[in-house]
T-cell receptor, first 111, second 117 residues
């Protein structure tokens, strides 16, 4: 079945460093990948969408890559801040039009 | 407000009872989605509506779960004979159109935290 997998281990980094989160997909080839941020007690909030023919996309301190050979997307936050601490979710629509999510990676940025 | 709203924010019920969870999507959004999220997991798809009709209900775990969207706006998720395993956060989302193109952004509500004792 179509799956999206993220590293379930929490990522702890120091303020100012770059955080890198990984998303791998199996058994399908999505045309788009989406990244969402989720804070405790809240619903996910859309951050970025990347198309399969876009190797890289940037928005302020965020950068997303899409490698169709590795079947992987990387999500980077540069110059990280404590306010970036949250869970980050990778998602993609499957062929049936359903948005499938990974399990999310919790990021903690320490001052 | 301009966002997706869900009520109640928290619901505590006893095993075997019936519950209804409500979702108010963003005005003008034709697609509405329900998800269930357990601790440490991503949202798990339950059902989505395009207009008034359920376009895909393949994620509903069993026939105790049912959802309606009678006028193409507000939706209600109904759970009969609740079980302890139904305890989770139930998220609702809406998008301008259905996700067939793969590009649609979904806008999520804050969720309803359901606890079945």
């Amino acid at each position: 079945s179509q799956k999206i997998e993220q590293n379930s281990e929490a990522l702890n980094i120091q303020e100012g460093k770059t955080a890198t989160l990984t998303c791998n997909y199996t058994n399908y080839s999505p045309a788009y990948l989406q990244w969402y941020r989720q804070d405790p007690g809240r619903g996910p909030v859309f951050l970025l969408l990347i198309r399969e023919n876009e190797k890289e996309k940037r928005k302020e301190r965020l950068k997303v890559t899409f490698d169709t050979t590795l079947k992987q997307s990387l999500f980077h936050i540069t110059a990280s801040q404590p306010a970036d601490s949250a869970t980050y979710l990778c998602a993609s629509y499957n062929q049936g039009g359903k948005l499938i999510f990974g399990q999310g990676t919790e990021l903690s940025v320490k001052p | 407000g301009a966002g997706v709203s869900q009520t109640p924010s928290n619901k505590v019920t006893e095993k075997g009872k019936y519950v209804e969870l409500r979702c108010d999507p963003i005005s003008g959004h034709t697609a509405l989605y329900w998800y269930r999220q357990s601790l440490g997991q991503g949202p798990e798809f339950l059902i989505y509506f395009q207009g008034t009709g359920a376009a895909d209900d393949s994620g509903l775990p069993n026939d105790r779960f049912f959802a309606v969207r009678p006028e193409g706006s507000v939706s209600t998720l109904k759970i009969q004979r609740t079980e302890r395993g139904d305890s989770a956060v139930y998220l609702c989302a809406s998008s301008l159109r259905a996700g067939d193109s793969g590009q649609e952004t979904q806008y999520f509500g804050p969720g309803t935290r359901l606890l079945v004792l």
